[in-house]
């Protein structure tokens, strides 16, 4: 059975190798002896060797565990040079792998500071181990606050003070390591760095999404295509032609409705037929977008070309005309005076017989 000791508070349970109820052994195709005999200061006198690949695992509930492992009586000093391996796990932990130390007062594993009232499990599995110095399990300790429940079939008896030791110092520089540790650091560190990259990630998505794209002359990623049609159907209206009106003729043209046209010379018949020709003109109005000067104006230059045809005057050379100068001519190139060139005056036009 397990058995207690009080220490500073604490109880201290040992199983004994030979606690079958509380220690459980196995492996694939792996014997294990149990002796009383053969080993040097064992606890109760017992230890349980295996062979490699042997486990050997216990339950329990506690804030600190030891294992403790036992040395063969006659162990020789060149033997001692190769100690066996092992592997221990504790709970769901990462495996430790460890050299039993050729000692049997120093535990092989501890741990602690435990969660208090939660089960635990640890498991040893053995890895290398030779005849002349196998593995030998001995006892595992743990220990509980005294105001716990202690099993039924648990008995309170002395354990050794070295185990009572080793349970103590291992609390104590626990306790004391915590103590001075201050605030957590890498907890604080985590995250810091975390909400940094958070910062950096979200800050990278947003320019790659709206800002990288309206610097290219692209639209955001929400932007989906559309048609122009589609974008201007309510903004479009259906053209209508407007066409400039058509011109139509009036019925009656006065002289008092065409302007006054611009002086011409007196006393030529050329003139005064033109004038005449004027009123005979064609009765039609003015068009939008033409002015009434400029109507007037080709209707004028039609009728002086057409009277000048049926006069003639076109076919026979015109006389000389004279064009008004300084009247001055110089019969010398040292001395200037007026010429005999006559003066200018209106030259009526002529016709022919025809």
Not at 9 to 22: E, I, K, M, R, W
Not at 114 to 140: C, K, M, W
């Amino acid at each position: 059975m397990t058995e207690s000791a009080s220490i500073d508070g604490l109880l201290v349970y040992a199983a004994d190798d030979t606690d079958f109820d509380s220690i459980f052994y196995g492996g694939k195709d792996v014997v294990w002896e149990h002796r009383n005999f053969g080993w040097n200061d064992a606890y109760n006198n017992t230890a349980s060797d295996g062979q490699i690949g042997g486990i050997a695992s216990m339950n329990f509930t506690g804030i600190a565990v030891l294992a403790f492992a036992a040395l063969p009586a006659n162990l020789s000093s060149f033997d001692s040079l190769s100690p066996p391996n092992v592997t221990v796990q504790l709970d769901s932990d990462t495996p430790t792998k460890v050299t039993v130390p050729v000692t049997t007062e120093t535990p092989f594993f501890q741990a602690g500071p435990l969660n208090d009232g939660v089960p635990h499990s640890i498991s040893i599995r053995i890895d290398e181990a030779t005849e002349q110095y196998p593995f030998a399990l001995d006892v595992i300790a743990y220990a509980v606050y005294q105001n716990t429940s202690k099993p039924a079939s648990q008995a309170t008896v002395p354990v050794d003070s070295n185990t009572a030791t080793i349970i103590q110092g291992l609390l104590s520089s626990k306790d004391a390591a915590q103590e001075s540790s201050g605030p957590p650091v890498g907890p604080i560190v985590g995250g810091v760095i975390g909400g940094t990259a958070l910062i950096a990630i979200i800050s990278l998505v947003v320019w790659y999404l709206f800002i990288r794209p309206r610097r290219r002359g692209g639209r955001a990623f929400f932007y989906a295509p559309a048609k122009i049609s589609d974008i201007l159907a309510g903004e479009t209206a259906d053209a209508k032609p407007d066409p400039y009106p058509l011109m139509h003729p009036t019925t009656q043209t006065s002289l008092s409705q065409v302007p006054s046209l611009a002086p011409t010379r007196q006393g030529t018949m050329v003139q005064s037929e033109a004038s005449q020709d004027l009123e005979s003109v064609s009765g039609y109005g003015y068009g939008h977008g033409m002015g009434k000067g400029e109507s007037l104006s080709a209707a004028e230059n039609a009728a002086h070309r057409r009277k000048a045809e049926e006069a003639g005057v076109l076919s026979v050379p015109r006389s000389a005309t004279y064009h008004a100068d300084s009247g001055i001519r110089f019969t010398d190139p040292s001395a200037a005076g007026p010429s005999a060139v006559p003066e200018l005056a209106d030259v009526p036009p002529t016709y022919s017989e025809k």
